[in-house]
């Protein structure tokens, strides 16, 4: 039985290392091309790719897996199932026929809740308290296809899409293995999603990465930690980016009466963080990244710089 298995990311490397370890028979390793990473530029290979050449497994990284050349490739291979995971294009109709026991992915949400490319994030984002990994058979449309099984997991008040993605990355490796016999033997009975309540979770933009602090506390929070380990969440400080790494809700009154106060504005400034004032309150900032600088803990940033009370930030 030849299965092909496709992803990019840290995010598909356990559900690859899961069908290796259990003896299935993948016959090629489908991922992104080498990107230049790091102020070097280094052509650096994804993590998938790093497993597949660990493993001595044939690896094809087609720009576009669209192209009559791509779907050429791995034809080439004979695949009885492709299972996908973050692999980051989007699959021609040429390539969702080729195998006989179709394509299937592992989705990091609870279909048909956060269909597209940024689900965990936008989960955490906008506030959600549970999410899963949905194993689903692929279709034309985006995340539309019929659902096999899920597992729902909770997104604790502390977790950061990192955390979630490392979480889920391993739930999504258990449900494959679980399913998997089945699936093989086509003894799966897949359910179709509910279009009316399916929202979409777009790739995220720099717009997002913005913090509006006329938003509550906790939107703001739940916006920085969404962001975390990747781009991270910024504000403006003397015209320039500045980063916002950690944050908390503080849970005592505000160091003083915030709602007369223009949001933004810096309210206090200690070893515990600097507080700045948002729509309902106030957040204290825990690690923050001048432009140009590297992340730093507040007490680190507070040696000799000039940012003071009352400072506005924006």
Same mark, same amino acid.
């Given at each position: 039985?030849?299965?092909?298995?496709?992803?990019?990311?840290?995010?598909?490397?356990?559900?690859?290392? &899961?069908?290796?370890?259990?003896?299935? /028979?993948? #016959?090629? #390793? #489908?991922?992104?091309?080498?990107?230049?990473?790091?102020?070097?530029?280094?052509?650096? =290979?994804? =993590?998938?790719?790093?497993?597949?050449?660990?493993?001595?497994?044939?690896?094809?990284?087609?720009? %576009?897996? &669209?192209?009559?050349?791509?779907?050429?490739? $791995?034809?080439?291979?004979?695949?009885?199932?492709?299972?996908?995971?973050?692999?980051?294009?989007? !699959?021609?109709?040429?390539?969702?026929?080729?195998?006989? !026991?179709?394509?299937?992915?592992?989705?990091?949400?609870?279909?048909?809740?956060?269909?597209?490319?940024?689900?965990?994030?936008?989960?955490? *984002? /906008?506030?959600?308290?549970?999410?899963?990994?949905? !194993?689903?058979?692929?279709?034309?449309?985006?995340?539309?296809?019929?659902?096999?099984?899920?597992?729902? *997991?909770?997104?604790?008040?502390?977790?950061?899409?990192?955390?979630?993605?490392?979480?889920?990355?391993?739930?999504?490796?258990?449900?494959?293995? %679980?399913?998997?016999?089945?699936?093989? @033997?086509?003894?799966?009975?897949?359910?179709?999603?509910?279009?009316? @309540?399916?929202?979409?979770?777009?790739? +995220?933009? &720099?717009?997002?990465?913005?913090?509006?602090?006329? %938003?509550?506390?906790?939107?703001?929070? /739940?916006?920085?930690?969404? +962001?975390? =380990?990747?781009?991270?969440?910024?504000?403006?400080?003397?015209?320039?980016?500045?980063?916002?790494?950690?944050?908390?809700?503080?849970?005592?009154?505000?160091?003083?009466?915030?709602?007369?106060?223009? =949001?933004?504005?810096? $309210?206090?400034?200690?070893?515990?963080?600097?507080?700045?004032?948002?729509?309902?309150?106030?957040? &204290?900032?825990?690690?923050?990244?001048?432009?140009?600088?590297?992340? +730093?803990?507040?007490?680190?940033?507070?040696?000799?710089?000039?940012?003071?009370?009352?400072?506005?930030?924006?």
């Amino acid at each position: 039985m030849n299965i092909v298995f496709m992803g990019t990311p840290a995010f598909a490397v356990p559900s690859l290392r &899961r069908l290796i370890k259990e003896g299935y /028979n993948v #016959v090629a #390793v #489908v991922t992104q091309p080498d990107r230049p990473q790091g102020r070097k530029k280094v052509l650096t =290979p994804t =993590p998938v790719k790093e497993v597949a050449l660990e493993f001595g497994l044939p690896v094809l990284q087609p720009q %576009r897996m &669209r192209s009559p050349e791509a779907v050429e490739q $791995l034809a080439v291979y004979q695949p009885d199932l492709i299972v996908t995971a973050a692999y980051g294009q989007i !699959l021609p109709k040429a390539v969702l026929d080729m195998p006989r !026991l179709g394509c299937v992915n592992i989705h990091g949400s609870l279909l048909p809740k956060y269909r597209g490319g940024a689900p965990i994030q936008r989960s955490i *984002i /906008n506030g959600e308290t549970v999410t899963g990994i949905t !194993l689903m058979y692929m279709a034309e449309g985006l995340d539309t296809g019929d659902m096999i099984s899920q597992i729902e *997991i909770p997104i604790e008040d502390h977790d950061t899409s990192g955390s979630v993605f490392e979480k889920l990355s391993e739930v999504g490796a258990s449900l494959l293995q %679980r399913e998997l016999p089945l699936l093989l @033997e086509g003894r799966v009975t897949a359910i179709p999603q509910n279009d009316e @309540e399916s929202t979409y979770a777009p790739n +995220l933009k &720099r717009e997002d990465e913005k913090i509006d602090w006329n %938003r509550s506390s906790r939107d703001i929070y /739940n916006q920085i930690r969404g +962001l975390l =380990p990747f781009s991270g969440a910024f504000t403006i400080w003397e015209d320039e980016v500045f980063k916002v790494w950690e944050a908390l809700v503080p849970t005592g009154p505000s160091s003083e009466g915030t709602s007369s106060i223009v =949001p933004g504005t810096v $309210l206090q400034l200690s070893s515990e963080g600097i507080e700045v004032a948002t729509a309902d309150g106030s957040l &204290r900032l825990i690690k923050v990244q001048p432009s140009g600088k590297k992340v +730093l803990e507040v007490d680190s940033f507070l040696r000799g710089t000039s940012m003071a009370k009352g400072t506005v930030l924006t």
